[in-house]
Structures are given as C-alpha cells and as structure tokens.
T-cell receptor, first 113, second 112 residues
Framework: NAGVTQTPKFQVLKTGQSMTLQCAQD?????MYWYRQDPGMGLRLIYY???????DKGEVPNGYNVSRLNKREFSLRLESAAPSQTSVYFC????????????FGPGTRLTVT | ELKVEQNPLFLSMQEGKNYTIYCNYS?????LYWYRQDPGKSLESLFV?????AVKQEGRLMASLDTKARLSTLHITAAVHDLSATYFC????????????FGTGTRLAVRP
C-alpha cells in the first residue's frame, strides 16, 4: 500500500501562473482533504471532500479550486498563484465513523515568487 | 468557531526528564487526535482518544482526554533525543464530525 501520494514534491511558480497539485490514496477512504501549513499557524483546511462527487470549503478556500475525480483522487488547483500561497500543502484521506483519523501525504512545498 | 490551543509552543528539555504538553479546545467534542511531525516530513498519527477519560500509551508517550475540561495532555516520560519533533493535537467538528481543527503545534527539542 502506498497510502497517500502527492505530486509534485516541490514547485516554484511565478505570480499569476497556475498549477494543479495531485493527490491519490489507495486506502479506500471516502473522505479526502487539502491543508496548507505555514510557520506558526498549524494546519489549515482549504477544501475537503466527504465522498466522491462532493466537495466543500474549509477555513481558507480563497484562491483555490478542487476536483474529486474519483474515490482515489483529489486535486487542488491554483488558478492564479500569489506569493501569499507560498506554503507546504498536505493532502490527507480519512476514515469515517466511529472516528475520523486522517492519514497524510508527504506534502508539496510550493514557492510563489 | 472551534479553537484549539496548545502550550507550550516550544519546549526544550533535557534527556531523561518528564514533561507534559497541553491541548485545550473551545467546543464540545468527544474525539481528539495527536500527531507527530518530524522536520520536513509529513504528519504521523500517534493517538486517537475517543471518550472522556481515555488514556493511550506508546513507549514514552502517554495521552489522555478530559472532555469535561476540554483538555488533552501528552505526557513525555524520560525523554530521549528521538522524541524531538513537533506534536499537534486536533479535534474533530462539522455536522458529521469529519473535519479536524489542528492546534498550532508544540515543537519539542530534547537535548543531551
């Protein structure tokens, strides 16, 4: 089992460029999540998907879009990157009831210049 | 809005000593999660605490949950260098409880 995989591992963008971060899980989880991690801020939820075909906003959705392509894959798109989006992005997938433990991918380190 | 606060934010401790990290949260929840993150790495699940009074232990780490006080503790016994990492607590919320709010993390440095 690969668990949760993310591509790319590193990316440098110029302001205004677009890109898509890819995430896949092989644990047959219904829920998938995108977080960003900034120094001193912990992890903040960008978007999540409770099941295939559904997505919902988290705490910091502005400037991002997501697609739940199928049960395995959940992508995050930056349409017009801004320096404020420089961060480490983690994808996670999660169990459902009776508890919601999440499993994290290795992360994508994104720098926007 | 659910708030999750950890303290201390940074902890430098000597090998062999004991210490406790605290996690307070602002709304009712019966489930709390602890994660570990090594520098430059991803998050690894340590403990899932599912009810009031729950206690879990793994090696030198012991986590407990008091839902009435909205408090969880992560106790470190006889610290060793390998425990140096950042520790996060998280609480689930949402109408179906399937989202987590994370604390800002406690960076632990164990020195000889």
């Amino acid at each position: 089992n690969a668990g949760v995989t993310q591509t790319p591992k590193f990316q440098v963008l110029k302001t205004g460029q677009s890109m898509t971060l890819q995430c896949a899980q092989d644990m047959n989880h219904n829920s998938m999540y995108w977080y960003r991690q900034d120094p001193g801020m912990g992890l903040r939820l960008i978007y999540y998907s409770a099941s295939e075909g559904t997505t919902d906003k988290g705490e910091v959705p502005n400037g991002y879009n997501v697609s739940r392509l199928n049960k395995r894959e959940f992508s995050l798109r930056l349409e017009s990157a801004a320096p404020s989006q420089t961060s480490v992005y983690f994808c996670a997938s999660g169990l459902s009831l009776p508890f919601y433990e999440q499993y994290f991918g290795p992360g994508t380190r994104l720098t926007v210049t | 809005e659910l708030k999750v606060e950890q303290n201390p934010l940074f902890l430098s401790m000597q090998e062999g000593k004991n210490y406790t990290i605290y996690c307070n949260y602002s709304t009712t929840s019966d489930r709390l999660y602890w994660y570990r993150q090594d520098p430059g790495k991803s998050l690894e699940s340590l403990f899932v605490l599912l009810s009031n009074g729950a206690v879990k232990q793994e090696g030198r780490l012991m986590a407990s949950l008091d839902t009435k006080a909205r408090l969880s503790t992560l106790h470190i016994t006889a610290a060793v260098h390998d425990l140096s990492a950042t520790y996060f607590c998280a609480v689930d919320y949402g109408s179906s409880g399937d989202k987590l709010t994370f604390g800002t993390g406690t960076r632990l440095a164990v020195r000889p």
